[in-house]
Structure formats: structure tokens, C-alpha cells
């Protein structure tokens, strides 16, 4: 069905068109050329422009790849549970608690936010060391007499690390959906006999569902790909994917690998968040 | 009676939550200022001491200089850049309906939910196929994509909230298009803008990963850091560094969330119920 475009559409159209067409020459056309890429090969410093699945073969049997995938997954998964439980009830507590100062709680969550990513990540790691605060307090107290190694370097001190850099992201979406519920809900449900854990369950929890479902992915896709905290915080046990990528791209000096290895994972991420799209949006949206 | 008395307590309970889960959030960023000022050359506990030389240090290291230059140029760079291409989008999103509106932007705001070393690979593939070096330039070509959709979500606010019958009202009077743009619709829409500058600025002084794989020989603030990571004599001096870094982010946020809040007001809206920047 071909219409002519009103003038509106026109004025709309070109109006967005810079924004569009900047997007589609840096987003679009290098995501497609990277798909293309990761079909050829690299030798050295010749790109072979033949068309092979080798690349794919290798990233998906080659054992290292497959544990670091999986490890990735694990680990991504296990921060966005840990993220979005301890985001809920900061979330709940300045929506329902929180009279007169909304806006100012919702600033400070995202103070920390705005410092810098890199010295965060490497905070922890002074935290959490063998002569790191933690260990050096924990001493002072007298609750242990040798420093705690079982902290650092390893995939704990990756979702703590991480679960820390996420948190305004899981709180700010699951704030917004529970400051859209109608409040006289509630309050029916009061009237109607329910207890505050029924009400809870049958009402603010299923309302809720589209700002968790949007925390949760919000949290899990970006945290697949960061290779920053892995490498500061993550010992040999906590590597993850995008470590492998970036060697890939780097010393290793094999692109084409490097470029399927991040489809492949990408492909992955895809599927599971529709699956947690799909599972949450059952679970969500209405009162029953 | 009971009942009003754990529900209240579950409210304690909360709250406490609230503050210690607010420590938590604070922690990483409260030591900085401790060991920026800590007298030691080892970044540990216990502190022993107050000392200002390491902040001198950071006069001195001509590196970092040049690192400071070259991500002044691209956050101010990147700033101006994304804000232009958010405000087109933004402005086409709020006044007009046309179609795959909602795909277009969803596809522009894309970059919020992709991995960035995803953006990253994508772009250092293509520049590299295209023979180009790798500079400052495409550095910030790399943040303007990913800084586009932050200006977007704060402009759209702006603009959604811009009274349409003034800028009607201004034709009447018989300015012209670009009359009405400069006297009606810029001076209503410019806290969202200088807040969008804001914001977008200090993410591209932050960002790592893309500047990371697009930095050619000329290397940003936090690429800097990176590099000085890996040597222990220099933690103090770095965390001197990040003291500065943390103190300006804060600076331009307050400032970015004045400004919001007066455009909030001068539309007439209920500023916290306009919600946050992000």
C-alpha cells in the first residue's frame, strides 16, 4: 500500500532524517560489515574475502570459547537477579515512603553513576584486595585474624562489582512502573480484605512487572559485553567473552574471529532476553 | 492496632535498607578523596596522613595534559554534535506524526541497549575496511552515537512540553519561521539544551570502551587512566586525577539538573514530576 505522504509527514521526515541517516551510517552500515566480516578470514595481515563459516565453527566448539560464553551468561545472569532484588525495595521505598524529596533520592542513586566507570571498577579492587579496606577492617574489628583472599579475583567480586555499576539502571525503570499504579488499587484491595503480602503479590508486583521486565534487560545486555571489570576484578576464573573479543581484535590479531565471537554472543543475548520478554510479560501488566 | 504497628515497622526496615544500600552505592566514590589526600605511596588502609603533593604531581606529567586537550576536544565536540541530532529528533518526535515513527526512533535509541564494545568492533571494522585512520575524529563520531539517544530522552521532555499556540501565535504576529525559532521556541527549549550539552559532555568524558578501541596515538582522559592502572607508583596521583574528575562531574550534574528543572518551570510543569535526566 503506497499513499502519498501529507505535508506533516514530510516536515516530520526530513526533521528526523539527519538524526536517521547519521544512525544508519554508523550503527547500521558498520553492524552489517561486521556481520560480513566475521565470514571471512584473517591471516596475519591479508583479509581472505572468501566466505566460510569457519570463524563460527571455531567459536562455537572450540572449549575456551564455550566456557567463556557460558561463564559470561552465568555471570551476567546471576548480576542482573542479584541487581533488580536489591533495586525493588529502594525502588518501592522512594516511590510509596518517600513524600517530599522524590527527586533529590532519584539524583543521589545517579551520582555515583556519572563518575567514572573505569575508577569504580578499580575502587573495588582496593576494597576488596588482600590489604584492601574490607580485609583492613574486618581485622581492626577482630572478626578475622588473616586477610579474606576468597574476595578478589574470582566471578563474586565480578557481580558485586558489576551489581554496584548497574544499580541506578534497575532502580530508575522499576521506580517509573511503580509510580504509574493507580494508588486506589490499593486501597481496594485493603477494603476487600486483603493482607499487605496478598496485596503485595496480586497487585503491585504484577503492575510492576514492565519496570522489573525493563530493569532486567536494561542490566543483563550490557553487562555480557564489558570486559573492563573482568579484567580489573575478575582474576583467570572471571574472564568473560568480551575479554576474548578484544584480544581477538587486538594481540591476538584475528578480527574475523573476534568479530564472530561477538555475533555469536550477541545472537545468544538476543534469544534469552525474548525469553525473559516473553516470560516476564505472563507473569505481568494486569491485576488478577 | 497490630497491623499499624508492622506496617510501620516494616517501614523502619526499609529505611534502613535504603540508607545502607545508598553507603553501598557511595562507597567506591567516597574512598577517592581519602587516598587522593593520603600520604602514602600504597593505596590501602590505614591512611597515614594529609598530603596535597599528589595533586601536584598531575601539574607536571605533560601526558596527561595532552590527554586532558585531546577529551576536552571530544566531549565538547561530541556535546555539540549529539545535541543538534537529538534536538532534530527530538523536535520531529514531539510535534509531528509520520510514519515508522516509533521504528525510527526506536532504531536511533538503539545504542542505549546495545553492548558498547559491540558499537565499538562494529565501528573499528568498518573505519579500518574504509582505510581510515584512527584520530580523535572517530572517536567522537563513536560517543556522538551513543550520546544521541541521552540527548533525545532529555530534550523530548523539553520539546512534548513546549506549548504549540505560542509558536502559532508568534506566526500570527507575523514573524518568520526562523524568527519564531530564535524568539519563541529556543529560549523556551534552551535549559533542556545547555542540560543536554551538560550531560552528553560528561559521558563522553567518561567513556571508555569506544574511545579505547577508536584512539588512534592520541589518547582521551580515561584511556589515560587505563594505562596508569597497571602501574602501582602512580595510583595515588591517579586517584588525585579522579578526585578532580569527580568533583567537576558533580559540578556540571547539579548544574544540568538546575537547568532542567527551570525549564520544567518555565513551561509550567511540576518540576520533580517531571522525573530525572535519565
Known amino acids: 500500500m503506497i499513499r502519498r505522504l501529507t505535508k506533516e509527514d514530510r516536515q516530520g521526515l526530513t526533521l528526523i532524517s539527519p538524526t536517521l541517516f547519521y544512525t544508519l551510517l554508523m550503527l547500521a552500515a558498520p553492524l552489517v560489515l561486521v556481520v560480513t566480516f566475521s565470514f571471512w578470514t584473517q591471516n596475519y595481515l591479508d583479509i581472505d574475502k572468501t566466505l566460510t563459516i569457519a570463524n563460527y565453527h571455531e567459536a562455537w566448539t572450540k572449549p575456551i570459547y564455550q566456557v567463556l560464553i557460558s561463564r559470561s551468561l552465568r555471570i551476567s545472569l546471576l548480576v542482573t537477579l542479584v541487581t533488580v532484588l536489591t533495586a525493588f525495595p529502594i525502588a518501592y521505598y522512594i516511590s510509596f515512603h518517600v513524600k517530599q524529596r522524590k527527586a533529590l533520592w532519584l539524583f543521589l542513586i545517579t551520582v555515583p553513576f556519572w563518575t567514572s566507570y573505569l575508577l569504580r571498577v578499580f575502587l573495588w579492587k582496593v576494597i576488596l584486595g588482600f590489604n584492601g579496606v574490607l580485609n583492613s577492617v574486618l581485622m581492626q574489628v577482630g572478626l578475622i585474624d588473616e586477610p579474606l583472599t576468597f574476595i578478589l579475583y574470582n566471578a563474586n567480586a565480578v557481580v558485586l562489582t558489576l551489581a554496584h555499576a548497574w544499580a541506578p539502571f534497575a532502580i530508575l525503570p522499576i521506580f517509573v512502573a511503580l509510580e504509574k499504579i493507580d494508588r486506589s488499587l490499593l486501597e481496594a484491595a485493603e477494603d476487600l480484605g486483603d493482607g499487605a503480602f496478598r496485596r503485595f503479590r496480586r497487585i503491585t508486583l504484577p503492575l510492576a512487572m514492565p519496570g522489573i521486565i525493563a530493569a532486567t534487560l536494561i542490566v543483563f545486555i550490557p553487562t555480557v559485553g564489558d570486559f573492563i571489570t573482568p579484567k580489573l576484578v575478575g582474576g583467570t576464573d572471571g574472564l568473560m567473552i568480551a575479554n576474548m573479543i578484544q584480544i581477538q581484535f587486538g594481540k591476538a590479531n584475528n578480527a574475523p574471529l573476534g568479530a564472530a565471537l561477538a555475533i555469536s554472543s550477541m545472537f545468544i543475548v538476543a534469544l534469552i532476553s525474548l525469553g525473559i520478554y516473553l516470560i516476564g510479560n505472563r507473569f505481568g501488566g494486569k491485576v488478577k | ?278
Open chain 2, 1 to 278: 492496632m497490630v497491623a499499624r504497628l508492622r506496617s510501620l515497622m516494616a517501614v523502619k526496615w526499609l529505611t534502613v535498607y535504603a540508607v545502607s544500600y545508598m553507603l553501598f552505592l557511595y562507597l567506591p566514590v567516597i574512598l577517592l578523596p581519602l587516598f587522593a589526600f593520603n600520604d602514602a605511596t600504597v593505596v590501602a588502609f590505614p591512611l597515614s596522613g594529609f598530603t596535597t603533593k599528589w595533586f601536584d604531581v598531575l601539574w607536571t606529567t605533560e601526558a596527561l595534559h595532552g590527554a586532558v586537550r585531546n577529551s576536552a576536544i571530544v566531549a565538547i565536540s561530541t556535546a555539540v554534535l549529539s545535541t543538534i541530532f537529538g534536538a532534530c529528533a527530538a523536535r520531529a518526535g514531539a510535534r509531528y506524526r509520520f510514519p515508522f515513527k516509533s521504528g525510527i526512533i526506536g532504531f536511533i535509541m538503539l545504542p542505549l541497549v546495545l553492548p558498547e564494545i559491540i558499537v565499538a568492533v562494529a565501528l573499528l571494522v568498518m573505519l579500518v575496511q574504509l582505510g581510515m585512520s584512527l584520530s580523535l575524529w572517530t572517536v567522537i563520531a563513536g560517543h556522538v552515537l551513543i550520546c544521541t539517544p541521552f540527548s533525545i530522552a532529555i530534550l523530548s521532555s523539553a520539546f512534548a512540553g513546549l506549548d504549540q499556540s505560542l509558536e502559532e501565535a508568534s506566526f500570527d504576529l507575523g514573524e518568520s519561521k526562523w524568527g519564531t525559532f530564535r524568539r519563541v521556541t529556543l529560549p523556551l527549549v534552551m535549559p533542556g539544551v545547555i542540560s543536554s550539552l551538560l550531560i552528553t559532555f560528561t559521558i563522553s568524558l567518561d567513556e571508555f570502551i569506544i574511545a579505547f578501541f577508536l584512539t588512534g596515538t592520541d589518547v582521551t582522559l580515561p584511556v589515560y587512566i587505563w594505562s596508569q592502572l597497571r602501574f602501582p607508583t602512580k595510583l595515588p596521583s591517579v586517584m588525585a586525577l579522579g578526585t578532580i574528575l569527580l568533583t567537576l562531574s558533580i559540578l556540571l550534574l547539579i548544574l544540568a539538573e538546575w537547568f532542567r528543572r527551570r525549564s520544567a518551570r518555565r513551561q509550567g510543569r511540576d518540576a520533580a514530576a517531571a522525573g530525572g535526566f535519565v
